[in-house]
């Protein structure tokens, strides 16, 4: 029965977290993270780790907060504590759940805290692709896109499964994308494509071949036209691409990012400004595109990979 848990926990927790399964917009941690956790004191946490009714999951998840929160005010050797007990609470899953809720926490400030955090974490599992992930998508918050494509490199390199080999391309085409390399990331976004079994898994990496496409000066909207098929384009983030293809215009696209039940839990409203801004960009028109790159800014927090990705368009422009 012990090893049926842990079996279910690690494929709950690839489901929930991996880029591929998740929904467009959505941050990672929002399915699983309880909704008081993030901004959790010291003596709050250790009163829910008292608890003995907390599920192995959302201890390993609470367990990862009081860490980061322990290396925050310096305590590294009770944070290093902290991780060993998740190894043990949840031994086939941890790292993704670590890899998982500490790139949102450092969107709160402190991404050393983050990234020392991580360090201590690969010392008790070297080379983890999802702790690498981690890593690079803490430097991505940082605009160090340089130093998360190396480490994109050295995930992949170690990557096991279908999973983590997906997420660390995925996160590598957005590190080649910010960095201006749009060939190459929309490669990699092509490359996540393998192995999704619906259309829903597959349109994020789509929209985002789509935008990389666009700026290597490609035929972006025949490819995507080829992919869509006469699939269903009416649920979000489905209308998306319907704008894309020339199918609704911008205006119809906000109202829908506005109004849709979906787009609101996913802050649908970051992904319709972005895509208009791709989209201005495909016709030429920067002026456009500026304003609706910077309106991507204003709406996507910064562990969202539409805020970096607005960011470095509008240091090109």
């Not at 609470?89 to 890899?99: E, G, H, I, N, R």
């Not at 898994?201 to 290597?216: C, E, F, K, N, T």
């Not at 906000?254 to 319709?272: F, L």
């Not at 016709?283 to 970096?308: I, Y």
Request: glycine share 6%; net charge positive; proline share 4%.
């Amino acid at each position: 029965m012990t090893a049926c848990s842990g079996a279910s926990a690690q494929r709950n927790a690839v489901e929930a977290w991996d880029p591929s399964a998740r929904d467009f917009g959505r941050l990672p941690v929002e399915p699983n993270m309880p909704s008081d956790a993030r901004n959790s004191t010291l003596e709050a946490l250790n009163k829910i780790l008292a608890s003995s009714k907390l599920s192995d999951f959302d201890r390993s998840i609470y367990l990862s907060i009081r860490a980061y929160q322990l290396n925050r005010v310096g305590r590294q050797t009770d944070s290093q504590k902290d991780i060993a007990a998740m190894g043990k609470v949840l031994p086939t899953a941890w790292q993704l759940v670590l890899s998982s809720t500490l790139p949102e926490l450092a969107g709160g400030g402190d991404r050393a805290a983050a990234l020392r955090t991580l360090d201590s974490a690969l010392q008790q599992k070297p080379g983890d692709s999802w702790l690498v992930i981690a890593q690079a998508r803490v430097y991505m918050q940082l605009a160090d896109f340089q130093r998360a494509l190396a480490l994109l490199d050295e995930a992949l390199a170690g990557s096991t499964s279908p999973a983590d080999r997906r997420s660390a391309l995925y996160y590598r085409g957005h590190a080649y994308f910010d960095l201006g390399q749009y060939a190459q990331a929309a490669d990699d976004f092509d490359a996540t494509l393998a192995g999704r079994p619906s259309f829903r898994a597959r349109l994020g990496p789509l929209l985002w071949r789509y935008a990389a496409q666009v700026r290597a000066r490609r035929d972006a909207r025949a490819l995507l036209a080829k992919d869509v098929g006469n699939e269903n384009l009416s649920e979000w983030p489905a209308p998306i691409a319907k704008f894309l293809l020339g199918k609704m215009s911008a205006g119809e696209l906000e109202v829908t990012a506005e109004t849709d039940e979906a787009a609101s839990r996913t802050n649908g409203k970051c992904a319709a400004s972005f895509f208009i801004g791709i989209d201005a960009l495909r016709r030429g028109d920067k002026q456009r595109a500026r304003e609706q790159l910077q309106l991507t800014q204003a709406r996507c927090p910064t562990v969202s990979e539409l805020n970096w990705a607005a960011a470095s368009e509008l240091k090109r422009l």
